[in-house]
């Protein structure tokens, strides 16, 4: 009974699935027409309800970013760059022998003979770029300042005594050569063509451990310091032992020369500083003229950057640019029409924020050629062609040292004329007569120092250095002197 019902329930089941099946083919027809059951055909498929998706105006070929590929791509590094500028960045060792204050026999009876004997030389270490293949690198110049003897050590292990062509203190850099002959150079790279954000890699020998190579990105460009200089800023690590080593690009081209950081603890914060490749490449081609200190151009200006009340003052919707206060009568910007009052906003295009960033714009051009310099005067932008040329020497310094007993005995004088200020860093557009050492003269004991400018002696006023030797003789016994320092007028009223 059990299996006679098992088949009977099949039977039904089959019958139902046949009766879905023809339902199913029924009701893929189309409506009855005249009475007749028609099959749609598939060569005229039914619309369909479609609802297009809205698509942005991104495409993926528009990203940035690139999403590796392969394996090889995954390993992309800056070991080919490292690779073939490392050669090039040297290791500088100097050695400073200390010398002996004193040697009393009293001294050495109470105190032994240790007392004020020769001390062992002092030794520091830097780094240095080969910038020609005959054996001419770049370093700092406080890398090598007091240094008796200078040994470079390049990539191969091999040392070198060096010799110092230039050093400028100005512009922290210095020059050296070795006796060597087809060495590994790295390429100048005009710095202006770098931007904020690119990568870039600083190669050095940090803390004396070995060349050691670290990367980042320049944070800004045209960075101005308080002493008027400007740098490169990377937040690629610097530390003690990196001053005067690399800094470069991805092509591995020179870019700058690493110089300081800023930090309150000596380690890198990554905050550093490079000085531009365009004055490095000045510091080398100075030396090879056999100029002991760098040959820039000189502008004879003073002026301000354009703050906000300047700019409303002035008309201006943005506070841009250096406004001239001050031209030197033989400023190469005053032969070019330029005068006090104009405000300049750019040279060949890139601008400048402050009286460093204009300098160094200038500063860094070819002797001799001119350069568009964009201005503004009156509300209108302007431009002119400003020739760069050196400071005269005009006129003449005539070095002398005043003797005798008197309150400025023992003092060095000159007449202060345009390649004197530009060298001391000194108000480019002043004129007169300075003071240039004082040393442990009767003068310092009065309180003059470097860098007083002697405006009148016993009532004669003094414009240059044969007018000081007509005014001591007026001199009965009794001194007034009236002097220049940091803007402000000060008197000496004395018998001496």
């Given at each position: 009974?059990?299996?006679?019902?098992?088949?009977?329930?099949?039977?039904?089941?089959?019958?139902?699935?046949?009766?879905?099946?023809?339902?199913?083919?029924?009701?893929?027809?189309?409506?009855?027409?005249?009475?007749?059951?028609?099959?749609?055909?598939?060569?005229?498929?039914?619309?369909?309800?479609?609802?297009?998706?809205?698509?942005?105006?991104?495409?993926?070929?528009?990203?940035?970013?690139?999403?590796?590929?392969?394996?090889?791509?995954?390993?992309?590094?800056?070991?080919?760059?490292?690779?073939?500028?490392?050669?090039?960045?040297?290791?500088?060792?100097?050695r400073t022998a200390m010398r002996r204050r004193f040697a009393d026999p009293m001294f050495e009876m109470f105190f032994g003979q240790t007392f004020g004997a020769q001390a062992q030389p002092q030794t520091s270490l830097g780094s240095g770029v080969i910038v020609d293949p005959g054996g001419i690198l770049l370093t700092n110049a406080h890398v090598i300042e007091g240094a008796d003897e200078i040994t470079v050590a390049l990539n191969d292990r091999r040392e070198f005594?060096?010799?110092?062509?230039?050093?400028?203190?100005?512009?922290?850099?210095?020059?050296?050569?070795?006796?060597?002959?087809?060495?590994?150079?790295?390429?100048?790279?005009?710095?202006?063509?770098?931007?904020?954000?690119?990568?870039?890699?600083?190669?050095?020998?940090?803390?004396?451990?070995?060349?050691?190579?670290?990367?980042?990105?320049?944070?800004?460009?045209?960075?101005?310091?308080?002493?008027?200089?400007?740098?490169?800023?990377?937040?690629?690590?610097?530390?003690?032992?990196?001053?005067?080593?690399?800094?470069?690009?991805?092509?591995?081209?020179?870019?700058?020369?690493?110089?300081?950081?800023?930090?309150?603890?000596?380690?890198?914060?990554?905050?550093?500083?490079?000085?531009?490749?365009?004055?490095?490449?000045?510091?080398?081609?100075?030396?090879?003229?056999?100029?002991?200190?760098?040959?820039?151009?000189?502008?004879?200006?003073?002026?301000?950057?354009?703050?906000?009340?300047?700019?409303?003052?002035?008309?201006?919707?943005?506070?841009?640019?250096?406004?001239?206060?001050?031209?030197?009568?033989?400023?190469?910007?005053?032969?070019?029409?330029?005068?006090?009052?104009?405000?300049?906003?750019?040279?060949?295009?890139?601008?400048?924020?402050?009286?460093?960033?204009?300098?160094?714009?200038?500063?860094?051009?070819?002797?001799?050629?001119?350069?568009?310099?964009?201005?503004?005067?009156?509300?209108?932008?302007?431009?002119?062609?400003?020739?760069?040329?050196?400071?005269?020497?005009?006129?003449?310094?005539?070095?002398?040292?005043?003797?005798?007993?008197?309150?400025?005995?023992?003092?060095?004088?000159?007449?202060?004329?345009?390649?004197?200020?530009?060298?001391?860093?000194?108000?480019?557009?002043?004129?007169?007569?300075?003071?240039?050492?004082?040393?442990?003269?009767?003068?310092?004991?009065?309180?003059?120092?470097?860098?007083?400018?002697?405006?009148?002696?016993?009532?004669?006023?003094?414009?240059?250095?044969?007018?000081?030797?007509?005014?001591?003789?007026?001199?009965?016994?009794?001194?007034?002197?009236?002097?220049?320092?940091?803007?402000?007028?000060?008197?000496?009223?004395?018998?001496?």
């Amino acid at each position: 009974m059990r299996w006679v019902g098992s088949r009977s329930l099949g039977i039904a089941v089959a019958c139902i699935g046949a009766a879905m099946l023809i339902a199913f083919g029924i009701g893929q027809g189309v409506p009855r027409q005249d009475g007749a059951i028609q099959t749609a055909r598939i060569s005229e498929p039914a619309p369909l309800d479609v609802y297009t998706v809205p698509t942005s105006r991104y495409r993926a070929s528009d990203s940035v970013e690139i999403v590796p590929q392969s394996a090889q791509q995954m390993s992309l590094s800056f070991a080919p760059v490292v690779r073939n500028a490392a050669p090039a960045v040297v290791s500088i060792y100097t050695r400073t022998a200390m010398r002996r204050r004193f040697a009393d026999p009293m001294f050495e009876m109470f105190f032994g003979q240790t007392f004020g004997a020769q001390a062992q030389p002092q030794t520091s270490l830097g780094s240095g770029v080969i910038v020609d293949p005959g054996g001419i690198l770049l370093t700092n110049a406080h890398v090598i300042e007091g240094a008796d003897e200078i040994t470079v050590a390049l990539n191969d292990r091999r040392e070198f005594l060096a010799r110092v062509l230039l050093v400028d203190s100005r512009t922290d850099l210095a020059v050296l050569q070795i006796d060597a002959s087809r060495l590994p150079v790295l390429e100048f790279r005009d710095s202006d063509t770098m931007e904020v954000g690119d990568l870039v890699l600083a190669i050095g020998n940090p803390f004396g451990v070995g060349q050691t190579v670290t990367s980042g990105i320049i944070s800004a460009q045209a960075r101005s310091a308080e002493d008027g200089r400007v740098f490169i800023q990377t937040d690629a690590a610097i530390n003690p032992g990196n001053s005067g080593g690399a800094l470069i690009d991805m092509t591995g081209r020179l870019i700058g020369i690493n110089t300081m950081i800023l930090s309150p603890s000596g380690g890198s914060n990554g905050i550093g500083f490079a000085i531009p490749a365009d004055l490095a490449r000045q510091a080398v081609e100075s030396a090879s003229k056999g100029s002991a200190t760098i040959a820039r151009a000189w502008l004879g200006i003073d002026g301000q950057p354009v703050t906000q009340e300047i700019a409303e003052s002035l008309g201006l919707e943005l506070p841009k640019g250096v406004i001239l206060s001050r031209l030197h009568p033989r400023s190469s910007l005053r032969e070019a029409g330029l005068r006090a009052g104009d405000v300049v906003l750019d040279v060949e295009g890139l601008p400048v924020t402050d009286l460093a960033s204009l300098d160094y714009r200038l500063g860094t051009g070819k002797l001799g050629a001119s350069l568009p310099v964009g201005y503004l005067r009156g509300g209108v932008r302007r431009e002119v062609a400003v020739r760069l040329m050196t400071a005269p020497e005009t006129p003449p310094r005539n070095l002398s040292e005043i003797g005798g007993r008197t309150p400025l005995s023992g003092i060095m004088i000159a007449n202060v004329n345009p390649a004197l200020a530009q060298e001391r860093g000194i108000d480019p557009v002043l004129e007169g007569v300075i003071v240039l050492e004082t040393g442990r003269s009767y003068a310092a004991r009065y309180g003059l120092r470097g860098g007083d400018v002697l405006r009148e002696i016993n009532g004669v006023p003094i414009r240059q250095v044969d007018d000081v030797e007509t005014a001591m003789a007026r001199s009965d016994g009794y001194w007034q002197i009236a002097i220049e320092r940091n803007g402000r007028l000060l008197r000496l009223d004395t018998r001496g």
